[in-house]
Every structure is written in structure tokens, then in C-alpha cells.
């Protein structure tokens, strides 16, 4: 009984934890970084589809031809173009 007690305490108090620590984390700091860096891929990827072939996906389709789209891209299909 007083096991599972114990247990229980100690979720909540990793629980209570998470919460401090994910209230404490200020979103903002996480946001700004984002959107920039992907915004940053795709218009690199969009102005030169070729040149930075270590930023491309590079998967290449059955006649060979080579995937154009950014590294590990969100896109299901891959393009060649
Ligand atoms: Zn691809």
C-alpha cells in the first residue's frame, strides 16, 4: 500500500516538474529560431535546385534522375526536376 504510494508521489511529482519546466521554457525562444531556417531551405532550394547537392534529399527515381527537393523534405513525393 505504502509502495504504492510512494509511486504515486513520485509521479506527480515528476509531473508537477514537467509542468514547472515547460512553463518555465518560454516559447519564444524556441519560435523565432524555426520558421527562419525553414524559410532559408526552401529558398535556397527554389533559387538553386542543383548546386548544393549536400542540402538535397538526393533520392533518385528508377531512370536515375536525382530528387531536387531540401534535405529530408515534408513532402511524400520527391521531385525531379
Ligand atoms: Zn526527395
Known amino acids: ?6 509511486l504515486r508521489a513520485m509521479r506527480e511529482a515528476k509531473y508537477a516538474e514537467a509542468q514547472k519546466r515547460s512553463a518555465a521554457a518560454p516559447a519564444r525562444l524556441k519560435a523565432p529560431v524555426a520558421p527562419p531556417a525553414t524559410k532559408k531551405v526552401e529558398e535556397r532550394a527554389a533559387e538553386v535546385p542543383a548546386a548544393d547537392a549536400d542540402d538535397l534529399c538526393g533520392h533518385r527515381n528508377m531512370s536515375g534522375r536525382t530528387c531536387t527537393r531540401e534535405k529530408g523534405h515534408a513532402a511524400k513525393s520527391h521531385r525531379y526536376s
Open 1 to 6: 500500500m505504502s509502495k504504492m504510494d510512494n
